[in-house]
């Protein structure tokens, strides 16, 4: 059983930053992937950012160049940081965790959080 606890949203003007946060109850080394999405009302979750157990991390073409996925294993925690944004990142974003536990590899998720972007 993993539990993640987001983090660090709220409301910004467009343009400027945010940084989300993600404290996993496991070591976050031991998480096959880590990744950050988000979902609208009406529309399907999507990914944003993931970073591999090994540091690989892919993002979302809407986010490249904006948003970074880091990972600090000696507090087990994954971060968001998103500069630039705009009114379309307006989200709740979620933590998730791609974990092998008693039962096989699983995902496990954050309750969520809200970021707002006015413009």
């Known amino acids: 059983q993993v539990q993640l606890v987001e983090s660090g949203g709220g409301l910004v003007q467009a343009g400027g930053s945010l940084r989300l946060s993600c404290a996993a109850s496991?070591?976050?080394?031991?998480?096959?992937?880590s990744g950050w999405y988000r979902q609208v009302p009406g529309k399907q979750r999507e990914l944003v950012a993931s970073?591999?157990?090994?540091?690989?991390?892919n993002y979302a073409d809407s986010v490249k160049g904006r948003f970074t996925i880091s990972r600090d294993d000696a507090k087990n925690t994954v971060y968001l940081q998103m500069n630039s944004l705009k009114p379309e990142d307006t989200a709740v974003y979620y933590c998730?965790?791609?974990?092998?536990?008693?039962?096989?590899?699983?995902?496990?998720w954050g309750q969520g959080t809200q970021v707002t972007v006015s413009s």
């Open positions: 998730n965790a791609y974990f092998r536990g008693p039962v096989g590899l699983q995902d496990y």
């Open positions: 970073i591999s157990r090994y540091g690989s991390t």
């Open positions: 496991v070591s976050t080394f031991s998480i096959n992937t």
